[in-house]
């Protein structure tokens, strides 16, 4: 359960990604000044996403930034509301719409992530187990006059086992972390110039 959970929330990531940087090409095809309006907000928004990357869910700094994704969400609808109010019948503002709409289902979606955790009740149940598992073991070894070794490295092995399933369903703490770096490349890029110019005025 630790590890799908992790897998998801490294998926969700790239997943989020790929939808910022579809909405920023997409965005460079909007009207002036909505499209230097957007593309500047696309940048602030994918900064406010890799803090969320730092943060413990549930926190008062993840809450915060999760809301300062909210608002940058509402205002981009808004600057894409007015492009196809604009231009009604032109397909970049449509095809933006649909990109920006996916970005925003991807971010509800990582946050669902981050918070998806194996429950109490499983984790409570794995180290009793483990407990009463290793308990038999050194009855038995103790019964069959054996040495303590095989304890120890049973011991060993299944407090490492449990190590790492906290350390998986921990995203942002521990050794184990979802990386970001592909929010942070997709950052990268979008600081650079942006590729397509804006387009012309429209003919009457």
């Known amino acids: 359960m630790a590890v799908s959970r992790y897998e998801n929330r490294r998926a969700n990531v790239v997943t989020e990604a790929n939808a910022i940087g579809t909405t920023y090409l997409r965005a460079q095809t909007l009207a002036e000044p909505i499209r230097s309006r957007s593309l500047d907000l696309l940048v602030r928004y994918t900064r ?8 413990v869910p549930g926190s008062a700094e ?64 794995e180290v009793l187990g ?23 490295l049973a011991s060993a092995l299944i407090a490492f086992l449990l190590l790492v399933t906290a350390d998986l369903d921990r995203p942002t703490r521990g050794m184990i972390r979802v990386p970001d770096t592909v929010l942070r490349n997709q950052l990268a890029s979008m600081t650079q110039p942006p590729a397509a110019p804006a387009p012309g005025p429209r003919s009457p």
């Not at 406010?48 to 943060?55: F, N, Q």
């Not at 992530?113 to 009740?121: C, E, F, I």
């Not at 070894?141 to 304890?151: D, E, F, H, S, T």
């Open 130 to 152: 483990s407990a009463v598992a290793l308990a038999l073991l050194a009855a038995y070894l103790a019964i069959a006059g054996r040495g303590v070794v095989g304890v120890a």
């Open 48 to 55: 406010t996403a890799i803090r969320l990357s730092d943060y």
């Open 62 to 125: 993840a809450l915060a930034a999760a809301a300062a994704e909210e608002r940058l969400q509402r205002r981009l609808w808004g600057l894409a509301g007015q492009a196809l109010e604009q231009a009604p019948s032109a397909s970049a503002p449509r095809l933006y719409v649909e990109s920006l709409n996916e970005m925003i289902d991807a971010e509800t979606a990582r946050i669902a992530a981050l918070s998806n955790r194996v429950p109490t009740a499983v984790l409570v149940l």
